[in-house]
C-alpha cells in the first residue's frame, strides 16, 4: 500500500513539474536569454542634446516592439546600435498571453495595463491594438500564412529575399498545428461545399483548402515575434518596455526636417529623450502599427496642417494623406451550435475562395488555472468576440439589455464554435484622427464598413458559403446535431450581439442586412501611412529626413488570409535591406 501512495506521490510530483516548471523559470530564461530587455526607467537620458556623445545615441531608435519592430530590432543590432521602445511589457512571464487556452482573456481585459488596448471605432465596432512586446503576435489567433505571389509584386518586393526572410522567422518561432476534429470537420466541410483541392499543410496562399502554420507550439504555448530578439546582438541591441513614445523630435534648421530623436515616457510617469547619431544614415523607423504609426507622426507635427493647428500641435510637415485610407476588412461568424463537447482549437485550417472571401474557423472556450485575473468589462469574448459597453452607454436601460442577451445566448455557444467569413481586401475605406494629444488614448477611427457595394456583395457570398459548410454532412456528424436551416443559423449569431450596431427584425432573412449588423473585426486594420502618400517605396517619410514607417500602415491590403507571417517578414526584410543599402553589400 505505501509502495503504491508512493508511486502516486511520485506521479503527481511529475505532473506538477511538467505543469508549472516552465512557468516557473520563465523569469530565469528571460533574463538570461534576453539581457538587454529592462525597464524603461532604467534609461539615463542625456542632459541635453547638445551633450549627447556616440556612447549614449544611436544608430537606429525603432518605436514599437512589435511584429514588424522585434525581427527589425534583431536584424540591424548585427552591425548597429539600436534602440527599441515598446509601451507595453514583456510576454514571456504573462501566462494569459503564454498559452493557448487563455486567448480570449488579454482581448477582453479593459485594465490599463492589459497586453491588449480596447477601442471600438465610430462604425460600432468593437477592437483591439496591442501594448505588449510581440505586438499583435502576442494576443492573436496564432495563424500563420505567407501573402499572395501577387502581392508581392504589387508592393515590389525582392521575391528572393522575401522568401529568405519568411524562412527566417518560421525556423524561430513557427509550428505545424496540432490538428482538432472540430479543424477537420472544417477541412471535409469546405471541400464537400467545393473549396477545393485540398492543399494539406503549406504556408502558401493558394486557392483551394489548407492546413496553414502556427506560433503555438505542440503543448499549446505561444511564441511571438518577442522570441526573434534572441537573434539580435546583444551587445548593440536595447530594448526598453514600459517606453510610451510621446513625439518624434526633429532639427528643423535646413530645408527639410531631419529627425534627430524621440521623447517617451517611462513606466514612472518620467520623461526621457532618446538620441541619434549624428549620422546621415541613423534613422527613427517608427513600426507601432495601423493606428500607433498614424497616431505618432501626427503627435509630432506630420499630417493634415488645419487638422494639427486645432490640437496646437506645431506643424513639422504638411501631409493630409496621414491617417487617410484606414481599411479593416470586415468579418461575419457563422455559430456552429454542437451537442458534443468541443475541445478549444484556434484558426487552422483555411478556405482561400475565388469569391473573394476566406472561410476559418474556431472553436471551444477554455481557461487555466494560472490565469491572471482581469477586467472583463461588461461582457468578456467568452463567444468568440469582445463586446464591451462604453461607459457614457452604461444606462439602466443598457445593463438589463446587457443582462437579456446574455441570457438569451444559447447554452450551446460555449461548447460549439464559429465558422468566420472575412472579406479579402476590402474597398471600403475610412480614416483616422485624433483624439486629443495624449498618446495613451485611443485616436478616432473610422473603417466604413460596407461603404463600397463590392464588400458587400463579397460578404453576402461569403455568409453563403459558411452556412454552407455549417450545414454539410461532415458537420452535423460531428456535432451531433440536426441541420439547421439558414435563418435559425443566423438567428443563433445575431443573439451573440457582437457590436455596438442597432439590428433589425430583418437580419435574418437579409443577408445583406445580417452584413451589415453583425460585422465584427479579425484585426487585420491597416494603412494611414500609404506609400506614395505618406511614405516612398523605401518606406522613407516624404519631405521629411531620417524617418520611416515600416508596418501594416503602409500596406493598401491586408496580405494572405492573416497578415502576422508578412509583418514579420517584413521587419526582417527591410533590416536587411537597410543593412545591404548602408554596407554596400
Keep these: 500500500m505505501a509502495s503504491v501512495c508512493a508511486l502516486k506521490f511520485l506521479l503527481w510530483l511529475v505532473l506538477w513539474h511538467w505543469n508549472f516548471l516552465p512557468l516557473c523559470q520563465g523569469k530565469h530564461k528571460y533574463e538570461d536569454e534576453y539581457p538587454f530587455i529592462r525597464n524603461s526607467s532604467t534609461f539615463q537620458s542625456?542632459?541635453?542634446?547638445?551633450?549627447?556623445?556616440?556612447n549614449n545615441a544611436y544608430d537606429y531608435i525603432i518605436v514599437g516592439g512589435g511584429t514588424a519592430g522585434c525581427p527589425l530590432a534583431a536584424t540591424l543590432s548585427q552591425n548597429f546600435s539600436v534602440l527599441l521602445l515598446e509601451r507595453g511589457g514583456v510576454p514571456f512571464t504573462n501566462s494569459n498571453v503564454t498559452f493557448l487556452r487563455n486567448f480570449h482573456i488579454s482581448l477582453a481585459d479593459t485594465s490599463p495595463n492589459s497586453a491588449s488596448q480596447y477601442f471600438c471605432s465610430t462604425d460600432g465596432v468593437h477592437n483591439a491594438r496591442a501594448r505588449i512586446l510581440g505586438g499583435g503576435s502576442s494576443i492573436n489567433a496564432g495563424f500563420y500564412t505567407r501573402a499572395s505571389?501577387?502581392?508581392m509584386e504589387k508592393v515590389g518586393w525582392d521575391a528572393k529575399l522575401v522568401n529568405q526572410s519568411y524562412t527566417w522567422v518560421e525556423k524561430r518561432i513557427v509550428h505545424?498545428?496540432?490538428?482538432?476534429p472540430y479543424q477537420a470537420?472544417?477541412?471535409d466541410s469546405l471541400l464537400d461545399s467545393g473549396v477545393s483541392p485540398f492543399n494539406g499543410f503549406t504556408y502558401d496562399h493558394i486557392y483551394g483548402t489548407k492546413v496553414g502554420g502556427t506560433i503555438f507550439d505542440k503543448f499549446g504555448r505561444r511564441h511571438t515575434a518577442a522570441e526573434l530578439l534572441a537573434s539580435g546582438n546583444p551587445d548593440k541591441l536595447t530594448v526598453l518596455v514600459y517606453a510610451t513614445v510621446q513625439k518624434i523630435i526633429f532639427d528643423d534648421k535646413g530645408k527639410v526636417s531631419k529627425a534627430i530623436g524621440v521623447i517617451f515616457k517611462d513606466e514612472n510617469g518620467r520623461q526621457h529623450e532618446a538620441i541619434l547619431r549624428n549620422?546621415?544614415?541613423?534613422?527613427?523607423?517608427?513600426?507601432?502599427?495601423?493606428?500607433?504609426?498614424?497616431?505618432?507622426?501626427?503627435?509630432?507635427?506630420?499630417?493634415?496642417?488645419?487638422?494639427?493647428?486645432?490640437l496646437n500641435i506645431t506643424v513639422v510637415l504638411d501631409n493630409p494623406y496621414v491617417g487617410k485610407g484606414m481599411v479593416d476588412n470586415p468579418m461575419n461568424t457563422i455559430f456552429v451550435p454542437s451537442n458534443r463537447p468541443v475541445h478549444q482549437s484556434l484558426i487552422q485550417t483555411v478556405g482561400i475562395t475565388k469569391l473573394g472571401v476566406y472561410i476559418e474557423a474556431s472553436s471551444g472556450f477554455s481557461q487555466s488555472n494560472d490565469s491572471i485575473h482581469c477586467n472583463h468589462g461588461m461582457l468578456s469574448a467568452e463567444i468568440g468576440q469582445i463586446s464591451t459597453i462604453p461607459p457614457k452607454q452604461r444606462s439602466k436601460e443598457a445593463i438589463q439589455a446587457f443582462l437579456q442577451n446574455k441570457h438569451d445566448i444559447p447554452i450551446e455557444a460555449f461548447k460549439g464554435g464559429f465558422i468566420l467569413s472575412k472579406v479579402a481586401s476590402a474597398w471600403?475605406?475610412?480614416?483616422?484622427?485624433?483624439?486629443?494629444?495624449?498618446?495613451?488614448?485611443?485616436?478616432?477611427?473610422?473603417?466604413?464598413?460596407?461603404?463600397?457595394?463590392?464588400?458587400l456583395q463579397r460578404c453576402i457570398e461569403g455568409i453563403r458559403l459558411a452556412t454552407k459548410v455549417v450545414q454539410s454532412q461532415h458537420f452535423t456528424n460531428y456535432t451531433l446535431c440536426d441541420k439547421k436551416t439558414t435563418e435559425k443559423l443566423l438567428s443563433l449569431s445575431v443573439k451573440a450581439n457582437v457590436n455596438l450596431i442597432p439590428k433589425h427584425p430583418n437580419d435574418t432573412k437579409s443577408l445583406e442586412q445580417f452584413c451589415r449588423d453583425t460585422v465584427i473585426?479579425?484585426?487585420?486594420?491597416?494603412?494611414?501611412?500609404?506609400?506614395?502618400?505618406?511614405?516612398s517605396n523605401d518606406y522613407k517619410v516624404l519631405g521629411a529626413d531620417r524617418l520611416r514607417v515600416i508596418d501594416g500602415s503602409t500596406f493598401l491590403e491586408s496580405p494572405g488570409t492573416n497578415p502576422q507571417a508578412t509583418v514579420?517578414?517584413?521587419?526582417?526584410?527591410?533590416g536587411l535591406k537597410i543593412l545591404r543599402e548602408r554596407l554596400g553589400k
Design 279 to 310: 549620422d546621415k544614415h541613423s534613422e527613427v523607423l517608427v513600426s507601432s502599427g495601423a493606428i500607433g504609426s498614424p497616431q505618432l507622426l501626427l503627435l509630432s507635427g506630420i499630417g493634415s496642417k488645419a487638422e494639427l493647428q486645432k
Design 521 to 535: 473585426t479579425i484585426w487585420h486594420y491597416h494603412g494611414g501611412c500609404h506609400v506614395g502618400k505618406v511614405v
Design 46 to 54: 542625456p542632459p541635453s542634446i547638445s551633450t549627447t556623445s556616440t
Design 428 to 455: 471600403s475605406a475610412g480614416k483616422l484622427r485624433l483624439n486629443n494629444t495624449n498618446v495613451e488614448d485611443n485616436p478616432i477611427v473610422t473603417f466604413n464598413y460596407f461603404s463600397h457595394p463590392y464588400d
Design 149 to 151: 505571389p501577387r502581392f
Design 185 to 187: 470537420a472544417v477541412r
Design 176 to 180: 505545424r498545428p496540432k490538428f482538432s
Design 568 to 574: 514579420m517578414m517584413m521587419g526582417r526584410y527591410m
